[in-house]
């Protein structure tokens, strides 16, 4: 009789985490991930009371990845902008991963929406640096900012219009600085 193999949670989680990455989470279920480990479903259950804990903890993972891309911006000269070129970026590499976190029905408007995300306040705050902006008005310019960017976003991840990483930085560059304008011309 062959050895039993073991598998720790972490090995069950970056298997499902592998699946996610390519197909979403309609590429996974217990079977799959079983297949993938080459055993039976058990070390999944043994580590996981049911398939939604093990999905919860999917997208934990997903978005520290998310978290991580975002923040690898903030050392830079021009933050605000690199933080909407992380974005597009991690749309760019990771399409499933941003349909999940972005593209979900959520019923929340969009400043809402913003806020949920944990990255939002950092973002805000670096866009108060480039605009000299309040923190409330900076909050009100960065969603006009931010539809704008999931936009080319979401082209990105779904493939819909391809561009080159020059012509994301000047779009992105070039519309907040006229959206700025247009924005302190309002008030």
């Known amino acids: 009789m062959p050895p039993r193999m073991m598998f720790k ?3 069950v989680l970056d298997v499902a985490y592998k699946i996610v990455k390519k197909e979403g989470f309609e590429g996974i279920n217990a079977r799959r991930i079983a297949n993938e480990l080459k055993s039976s479903v058990h070390p999944i259950f043994k580590h ?3 398939m939604e804990e093990l999905k919860k903890a999917v997208y934990e993972k997903i978005y520290a990845k998310y978290q991580k891309c975002m923040l690898s911006g903030t050392n830079e000269e021009k933050t605000y902008k690199q933080m909407g070129l992380s974005y597009i970026k991690f749309a760019k590499d990771y399409p499933e ?3 999940i976190i972005f593209m979900q029905t959520t019923n ?3 400043e809402s929406f913003l806020m949920a995300d ?3 306040d950092d973002v805000i705050k670096a866009g108060q640096e ?5 923190y409330e008005e ?3 310019f960065h969603v006009k900012v931010w539809i704008f960017t999931h936009g080319i976003a979401c082209l990105v991840a779904t493939k ?3 561009f080159s990483e020059d012509e994301i930085g000047d779009l992105l560059g070039n519309t907040v600085l006229e959206l700025l304008r247009g924005f302190k011309f309002e008030r």
Do not use: C, R, Y
């Open 9 to 11: 949670k972490e090995d």
């Open 48 to 50: 996981f009371k049911d």
């Open 97 to 99: 991963f941003f349909k």
């Open 108 to 110: 929340l408007n969009a």
């Open 118 to 120: 944990k990255i939002g």
């Open 130 to 134: 480039l605009t000299g902006l309040s």
């Open 138 to 140: 900076q909050k009100k």
């Open 160 to 162: 819909t219009v391809e």
